[in-house]
């Protein structure tokens, strides 16, 4: 069914509306009926492989022709093997527990009441996406997984390939009975839809920004609904006293370079100045390709190290670049992380006990590691199965966000003809 | 320390930043040591009585010029009896469990990295809150018990009251060496510090506004920050047709009229047409003294009842009169609850157990409750101790909100040197 896309903010009310309805369906769908209709949603996606890849094939041509960069392009194209990888994301969500009637906690009353809280979906979920067309799919599968109705808006770059998987979803879904509705896809690129979306209160109940900065940025400040999502992942690993020295090099030379542009991406080295042997780490790291920019202590010890100035603190790189500091002992650790954070992963390394729980204790952060590296932040590394998105807000959901951050809860309460005294 | 109160938005701000200061001692301060600050709070609010109840005298002989009406002059009433009750309200809270440090779940991954979720504090919790004083003790207790700074606002008639109670939190806090940040009321009647409040981004974490429907109206509309909060409590009570009659009378005239002011008091009475006996029922509701507006069935039936204009069925009486409508059967009620209702607490009353689980689980609202009194939506009733509000939001907390609502989580792994491959 096609709508009038002229006016955006009638659009999305439409779509909220009809997303409300398919909600109220599918949250009282039973699991082995929401599994099928992800599985036959798989199928289709494979079934249509040749009109998605012709319609990725015309965004890429456009991508190139409007000067897309190259990272923007990768982002963008879609192969057989990428393809197949979509399909079979939605059919490992398939097999991932339902949250849905989950029994968080019970408890029967003096009185004879039996309470028990049960997780129920969300209702309808917003996601705005950029470049990546597998976004489509994957959050689709994950909302429906969870009972929530899900209205996708992604990026215009690829707008044919959205509209062509989606095409497949919706085949898939309607084979499995289940209302087309609970997966929508904003049929226009103008960009007054995301504002709708982010204004539309009451008809959408949450918004999940899958995407750079100025994304996320522009969601968290304009949105009347709320939002899940981290704005900057300016992750730290602190080296302890008590740090054995290899395991130092080692997690930290992973967790900054292991891949640059992740979010749990280390930003910022933090090394206990009594700490023996910090020049074997800033080594291994410009040895690895990472440029250094650190405090007076670091550019002393470190000719190849540059110094840095007080906006490195604050910078999430996203590249080859790590900012180095040398704190005062793990307290000086937990008030650098606390000024500067973004809250979402920390890690200190340290043989002693007591020193890991302290940091572990006091550090406000979504995800906080001892002897690990923080680039195992991933919904996936946490046994969660896919994610929707790494959330730094204290409300609902931190960390990894999957099925269950998809989710809330009621209470019920089952009497046997009680009145209050 | 007293700040300039010409600047409300200066002076959020500085109130903020300490008490996100305090914050961050509080939320690691171990269980005994926020138990006796309790303890020695309630001690001192006991210990000022005089100062407190000539405070309070001023507040109501302003009041009485002032032309408040004998319901808002009594809400604002302090006597020694009150007072009593709002200390030993606060050693409650120190007696309940605390949520902080509570593991929710733990995994060991295949790479052995060790994975919990621990409760941690939400941070800074503000309170705008109308002419009760005990909501500066009440809402102050369960904040420090939860880890949380706080920052008060209360009604200005109440003014002297609050400054009065304050101070006497304050004494108590300080000597249990817990930084009187913790709890900070906002020095002002300038409403346009609640503005600042609803504005202050960052500084606070989430506003929980107690008080009449214009007040949370107000702040679910301005605020910036999260808002953990009811608007209407349009509750519920269907009867069905396998509804025990007794059982079904004695439910509806408690749920209705036991104390009508409530936000739990059932407004709408649903019942199936298919049932034998509702007569009976609508008589019990009118010889209670409440008021009927009814469909046509329940007009032709029961003389007595005014019929109903649509507006009666999104209306929350919050006094002796009900909504009554004839639905078809379980669905029926189903329906309109769903179009109708607050979300916040819908009954049925059957004793059939098949027709109950579908009501459970199709109906989506905070509580939801079979066999059993609507007036039984509480925290203290759910067993929560003290609640610092009933939530219909579909986000964080649903239902009463009590310690457990004013904590999130985090991740915490802990490793033997890991790093991701």
């Given at each position: 069914m096609?709508?009038?896309?002229?006016?955006?903010?009638?659009?999305?009310?439409?779509?909220?509306?009809?997303?409300?309805?398919?909600?109220?369906?599918?949250?009282?769908?039973?699991?082995?009926?929401?599994?099928?209709?992800?599985?036959?949603?798989?199928?289709?996606?494979?079934?249509?492989?040749?009109?998605?890849?012709?319609?990725?094939?015309?965004?890429?041509?456009?991508?190139?022709?409007?000067?897309?960069?190259?990272?923007?392009?990768?982002?963008?194209?879609?192969?057989?093997?990428?393809?197949?990888?979509?399909?079979?994301?939605?059919?490992?969500?398939?097999?991932?527990?339902?949250?849905?009637?989950?029994?968080?906690?019970?408890?029967?009353?003096?009185?004879?009441?039996k309470?028990?809280?049960?997780?129920?979906?969300?209702?309808?979920v917003?996601?705005?996406?950029?470049?990546?067309?597998?976004?489509?799919?994957?959050a689709?599968?994950?909302?429906?997984?969870?009972?929530?109705?899900?209205?996708?808006?992604?990026?215009?770059?690829?707008?044919?390939?959205?509209?062509?998987?989606?095409?497949?979803?919706?085949?898939?879904?309607?084979?499995?009975?289940?209302?087309?509705?609970?997966?929508?896809?904003?049929?226009?690129?103008?960009?007054?839809?995301?504002?709708?979306?982010?204004?539309?209160?009451?008809?959408?109940?949450?918004?999940?920004?899958?995407?750079?900065?100025?994304?996320?940025?522009?969601?968290?400040?304009?949105?009347?609904?709320?939002?899940?999502?981290?704005?900057?992942?300016?992750?730290?690993?602190?080296?302890?006293?008590?740090?054995?020295?290899?395991?130092?090099?080692?997690?930290?030379?992973?967790?900054?370079?292991?891949?640059?542009?992740?979010?749990?991406?280390?930003?910022?080295?933090?090394?206990?100045?009594?700490?023996?042997?910090?020049?074997?780490?800033?080594?291994?790291?410009?040895?690895?390709?990472?440029?250094?920019?650190?405090?007076?202590?670091?550019?002393?010890?470190?000719?190849?190290?540059?110094?840095?100035?007080?906006?490195?603190?604050?910078?999430?790189?996203?590249?080859?670049?790590?900012s180095?500091?040398?704190?005062?002992?793990v307290?000086?650790?937990?008030?650098?992380?606390?000024?500067?954070?973004?809250?979402?992963?920390?890690?200190?390394?340290?043989?002693?006990?007591?020193?890991?729980?302290i940091?572990?204790?006091?550090?406000?952060?979504?995800?906080?590691?001892?002897?690990?590296?923080?680039?195992?932040?991933?919904g996936?590394?946490?046994?969660?199965?896919?994610?929707?998105?790494?959330?730094?807000?204290?409300?609902?959901?931190?960390?990894?966000?999957?099925?269950?951050?998809?989710?809330?809860?009621?209470?019920?309460?089952?009497?046997?003809?009680?009145?209050?005294p």
């Amino acid at each position: 069914m096609l709508q009038s896309t002229s006016d955006p903010v009638a659009l999305v009310a439409d779509m909220g509306r009809r997303a409300r309805a398919a909600a109220t369906q599918i949250a009282r769908l039973p699991t082995s009926h929401k599994c099928k209709a992800l599985m036959t949603a798989a199928a289709a996606v494979r079934d249509s492989a040749a009109t998605i890849l012709a319609a990725n094939a015309e965004d890429m041509a456009d991508g190139r022709t409007n000067g897309l960069s190259p990272a923007m392009l990768d982002r963008l194209a879609l192969n057989s093997e990428r393809l197949e990888a979509m399909a079979a994301g939605i059919e490992a969500v398939a097999q991932l527990r339902d949250p849905v009637g989950m029994v968080i906690d019970e408890a029967i009353r003096p009185n004879g009441l039996k309470l028990s809280r049960v997780r129920v979906p969300l209702g309808v979920v917003g996601i705005i996406y950029e470049s990546r067309p597998n976004v489509t799919a994957d959050a689709a599968a994950l909302c429906l997984k969870s009972g929530n109705a899900v209205i996708l808006r992604g990026g215009s770059e690829a707008s044919r390939s959205n509209r062509a998987i989606h095409a497949a979803l919706s085949a898939g879904l309607a084979k499995a009975d289940v209302p087309v509705d609970a997966i929508q896809l904003v049929p226009t690129t103008d960009r007054a839809a995301v504002g709708a979306m982010l204004a539309a209160h009451g008809l959408i109940d949450i918004i999940v920004p899958r995407g750079g900065k100025a994304l996320v940025a522009r969601v968290q400040e304009d949105a009347r609904v709320p939002v899940l999502a981290h704005l900057d992942g300016i992750c730290h690993t602190y080296i302890d006293v008590d740090a054995d020295p290899a395991k130092a090099k080692q997690i930290a030379v992973n967790a900054k370079m292991r891949r640059t542009g992740v979010c749990g991406a280390t930003e910022t080295l933090l090394i206990d100045r009594k700490f023996a042997e910090p020049l074997p780490i800033l080594a291994a790291l410009i040895d690895a390709g990472c440029a250094i920019r650190g405090d007076a202590t670091t550019v002393a010890l470190e000719p190849r190290a540059e110094a840095a100035e007080d906006s490195d603190w604050e910078t999430e790189y996203l590249d080859a670049i790590i900012s180095v500091r040398f704190v005062d002992s793990v307290e000086g650790a937990i008030g650098h992380i606390a000024a500067y954070g973004s809250g979402h992963t920390d890690a200190i390394v340290t043989e002693n006990a007591a020193t890991a729980e302290i940091f572990l204790s006091a550090v406000d952060s979504a995800i906080v590691m001892h002897n690990a590296s923080t680039q195992f932040a991933d919904g996936a590394e946490f046994g969660l199965g896919a994610e929707i998105g790494i959330a730094t807000g204290r409300l609902h959901a931190r960390g990894p966000v999957a099925l269950e951050g998809l989710t809330t809860y009621k209470w019920l309460v089952r009497g046997t003809g009680q009145i209050r005294p």
